[in-house]
């Protein structure tokens, strides 16, 4: 069966200041937590454009870019060099079979994976001892973030989402929010969307 794109429209407008700097503000609190290692294989779960994942790339052996839009990942593979450490792979996380991941990261698109327990097991299974993973994504909402289309989480409790974390293995070690976004998505009223990072590990054997 083929995945709709429903990212296809926006993918060539997406690098805007406002989805730059929501890169930004991730990727700094995310090493406030996780000091990426030089030796590490990375993962990143809807990659997009690449704004968060590129900016990582530097500081990790390489990364396994995943996202389910092939028009995100066309705007993606014109920013890397042919000889870039890194691996495309267009569809859901689950076509990842290797168990060789150190680092898990991913802003911005857990709230559109429809099975979060089947997706954490599936990253237990690929990831090594003692990796590292840094969520990041909106706490609870009303849906008005997504202006009330369908998406499979309008934000997360973050308490439900680290009890679905130690429920596939994995160790929470720090939720914090880290930033709030104030948009106009109901017209005429701004509401604030909390973004929250999650911190986990897979505990070492």
Known sequence: MKMTD????RAAEWDKPGKIEMADNFVQALLKHIEPQPHWKALEIGTGTGLVGLQLL???RSIVFEDTSEEMLKVLRSKIDDN????????????????????????MAFH?????????????????????IA???????????????????????????????EKAGFRVL?????????????PGKL???EQFILI???PAM
């Open 191 to 193: 509401s604030d969307y």
């Open 58 to 60: 530097p500081r990790v």
């Open 174 to 186: 720090h939720v914090e929010t880290y930033n709030v976004l104030r948009q106009e998505k109901i």
């Open 84 to 107: 870039a450490p890194v691996e495309i792979l267009h569809g859901e996380i689950s076509k990842y079979r290797s168990s060789d991941i150190d680092f898990v990261f991913s802003n």
């Open 135 to 165: 969520i990041g994504d909106i706490r609870s909402e009303d849906g008005s973030f997504h202006r009330f289309d369908p998406v499979p989480h309008k934000g997360f409790d973050t308490d439900e989402l680290s009890t679905q974390f």
């Open 112 to 132: 559109h994976i429809e099975n979060i327990p089947k997706t954490l097991e599936h990253l237990f299974a690929v990831t090594t001892p003692g990796a590292k």
């Open 6 to 9: 429903y990212f296809a429209d």
């Open 200 to 202: 986990a590990e897979k």
